[in-house]
């Protein structure tokens, strides 16, 4: 049996039906949009028609892909999110570079990162993360190899030959994929840099979905472009303000895997853990400090004993019933 993803009412039925559920998939209107819907066997007043009629929709199973979809759909999303994400930041940075500034400056690779967020936002949906990392890790490889192949050509003349693929130097092409951080920073600096550029993100984001908050979530992508973009204004110089794992570690695996060597694991002091490891602990330091300062919702940090007291209580409470099964 295909699972329940949606409880819908179904139009078609008497208003005396009222919820008619089943276990499948229906294809409705000029759309084609995917509804589950379960049906309650043990109901004693549907009418005899309304459960033929049900029965009869069943009959119809949707396409092959329309159950595919249903199935991944959240799947896709990320995949698409980060793709044009990556798509448009790795694009405008491959122009900038490749151009030696003629064809845009830093500022414009912070426009571009900013529009491919937003743009991935409306396109495919909120992020996710960590459920759908594999989808997002596939997205960005997906765009990143996109930017190789249109930008082929002018990363052979840009590098001086077709066989040429550097990470360091003057002519190095790696950094349009991934971030790698200047000369003078240090492990300890790196870390740093990336880790306050992601609290600000992650901050941020509660804050624009917080309904107790002022709360801008219809605006969310036009909030995270001028979020990603002023983070790129002031933080992105150091290290290249990666802010994203899946972002950086899929571009960077596509260029080792297109001939730029162990280099883009080694480079900066073996930097390529640090957009993996610094995003990830900032998310918490994120979210923990936003519940302190911000939330007034349902969090540990506002119940008692940090939810400890509500944990305990649950737990006897279940206990109790247990027992009283068991007698």
């Known amino acids: 049996m ?32 995917l509804i589950a819907i379960q049906l309650n066997m043990g109901a004693q007043d549907i009418q005899e ?20 979809r249903c199935y991944c759909q959240d799947g896709f ?21 490749l151009s030696r500034g003629t064809k845009g400056e830093f500022q414009s690779i912070n426009w571009g990162w900013g529009i491919g967020v937003m743009m991935g ?3 495919g949906g909120k992020p996710k993360l960590p459920i759908y990392a594999l989808a997002q890790l596939l997205g960005a490889m997906a765009a990143a190899a996109v930017i190789y192949g249109n930008y082929k050509a002018a990363i052979n003349i840009f590098e001086g030959g077709a066989n040429l693929r550097t990470v360091t130097g003057p002519n190095a092409t790696a950094g349009v994929f991934s971030t790698y951080p200047a000369a003078f920073m240090s492990t300890t600096g790196m870390f740093f840099s990336e880790f306050i550029a992601s609290s600000i993100l992650q901050f941020s984001l509660y804050a624009m979905l917080d309904t107790d908050n002022i709360g801008a979530e219809p605006l969310l992508p036009i909030g995270l472009f001028f979020l990603v973009f002023g983070i790129g204004a002031c933080f992105g110089w150091e290290t290249g303000y990666a802010i994203n794992p899946a972002r950086d570690f899929g571009p960077r695996l596509v260029a080792f895997m297109l001939g730029y060597g162990t280099e883009v694991w080694t480079s900066g002091h073996h930097y390529f853990w640090v957009p993996i490891v610094a995003p990830a602990c900032d998310c918490l330091f994120g979210g923990f400090l936003y519940d ?36």
């Open 292 to 327: 302190i300062f911000i939330f007034t919702g349902e969090s540990p940090i506002n119940e008692p004993m940090f939810g400890l007291v509500k944990y305990l209580r649950k737990q006897r409470s279940v206990n109790g019933r247990s027992d009283v099964v068991h007698a």
């Open 77 to 97: 999303s990320e995949f698409i999110w980060t793709f044009i994400l990556v798509l448009f930041g790795d694009g405008v940075v491959a122009q900038v570079v």
């Open 121 to 123: 936002v409306y396109c």
């Open 2 to 33: 295909w699972p329940t993803l949606y409880r819908t009412e179904v139009a078609s039925l008497d208003d005396k039906l009222n919820y008619c559920f089943i276990d499948s998939l229906l294809i409705v209107d000029q759309a084609t949009r």
């Open 49 to 68: 028609e309304h459960f033929n009629r049900a029965v009869d929709v069943l009959m119809e199973k949707p396409p092959f892909w329309s159950r595919v």
